[in-house]
């Protein structure tokens, strides 16, 4: 009777044990507010609006501990429309990240799935539309760089290093999956970053061959579906950038280069511009952004992104420029919750080649049909 309660005692233990070394955690972001902008396709609008300041998402990750340092681990994450319930891009679940792999404490990671890139992981804290600041509305024109984190790459396999005395670096290659047509709708990025007090330094480099190929809409990044703002036979975008903080100030500096050769289609917060076959755009993004958080609750937000544009190829040739600003305040009810009041304005001037007069386009609004555009947003966020 004494061993028989002995080994019950013994593998309930093991079962406990088993149990602590395993978890899976459910997180996400809700975010949802009322926005106003004087001119949307020539028209003034009042809407409800999600995501304005942070993309709407919910996610689960699990990490297994498998003994000597090494975890297996995996993230499942899905961004939808608070509005309506609807997911951001259709046909897919988990449409932001989806994959699984193994953590080594000592090397660093190896994941396979669904997944971000470089310019998104390494530079894009720094950005005042990356999650380290989360503001929609301050993203660059069309999120050309990607720093909103606009899209993720399908089919990819990705290793993120251990940080090793602040410095950090990662590499990815996402699959076209295309038999004969290796290169049809492919992506890879390097990136790292170092971080020593209070200053973080960062750069990266992110290349699609042929996104959005008709071809191919099972490779690496999509258009027709909700997923990536741009489609184009070859992007290049690369960027560097730097933050320091200052007791209860930070601020940032960013240069990012997009270079869209064969430019196919933008998606304009919904309002997709099509005919731009033989078109060629490069933009230079020069950023500057700061916070300065008045008392623990109540923090003051600003950005300020010259875009500089180049337009050549079949469509003419035009030099489009974009100067976009935002404020915003923010106040934490928690640790979890809170509210924000943000203005956001974008100047645009120029001209793109045959298509004429350059207009401006907030993150996430449809174009306006001038070169000026105002929104101002209020809302709630809470996370989770």
């Known amino acids: 009777m004494k061993r028989t309660f002995l080994a019950a005692s013994m593998l309930g ?9 395993s978890s899976v955690t459910l997180y996400g972001t809700l975010d949802a507010g009322l926005v106003y902008s004087n001119n949307q396709l020539g028209h003034s609008n009042f809407q409800q609006a999600s995501g304005s300041v942070s993309n709407t998402y919910f996610g689960l990750k699990g990490n297994e501990d498998l003994g000597g340092g090494l975890h297996a681990i995996f993230t499942l994450e899905s961004g939808f429309n608070l509005n309506n319930g609807q997911f951001t891009e259709s046909n897919s679940i988990f449409n ?38 989360g503001n929609n509305l301050a993203a660059h024109p069309f999120d050309n760089d990607n720093l909103d984190n606009t899209f993720s790459v399908k089919n990819s396999v990705k290793y993120t290093s251990a940080n090793y005395a602040g410095f950090q670096f990662n590499g990815l290659y996402g699959f076209s999956n295309a038999a004969g047509q290796f290169s049809d709708n492919r992506a890879w990025s390097v990136g790292g ?56 100030a930070t601020v940032g500096l960013l240069y990012t280069h997009t270079q869209l050769d064969g430019l ?22 020069y950023e500057i952004n700061g916070r300065y958080a008045l008392t623990p609750a109540l923090s003051l937000a600003a950005a300020y992104t010259f875009t500089d544009g180049k337009v050549s190829g ?21 640790k979890r919750t809170d509210v924000y009041v943000e203005g956001a304005y974008q100047h645009a001037s120029g001209e793109l080649g045959s298509f004429g007069a350059n207009v401006a386009a907030i993150n996430s609004l449809s174009p306006s049909s001038t070169g000026n555009q105002v929104a101002a947003a209020i809302g709630v966020r809470h996370r989770f």
């Open 193 to 248: 970053s170092y971080s020593n007090g209070p200053l973080n330094v960062a750069a990266a480099y992110l290349q699609l061959n042929n996104s959005g190929s008709n071809s191919n809409l099972n490779g690496a990044v999509a258009f027709g579906n909700g997923d990536a703002n741009i489609a184009s036979t070859l992007q290049r975008t690369y960027g560097v950038g730097a933050n320091y903080a200052y007791g209860p």
């Open 264 to 285: 196919q289609s933008i998606n304009v917060g919904g309002t997709v511009l099509a005919g731009l076959g033989g078109t060629n755009l490069h933009m230079d993004n």
């Open 96 to 133: 932001r990240q989806a994959f699984v792999g193994l953590k080594s404490d000592q090397y660093g990671q190896l994941t396979l799935g669904r997944q971000y890139d470089s310019m998104v992981d390494s530079l894009a804290p720094i950005s005042a539309a990356g999650y380290g600041y």
């Open 13 to 21: 233990a093991v079962a406990v044990t088993a149990h602590a070394q």
């Open 314 to 334: 079949s469509n003419g040739t035009g030099d489009p420029k974009w100067h976009t600003a935002t404020l915003q305040a923010d106040y934490a009810l928690s």
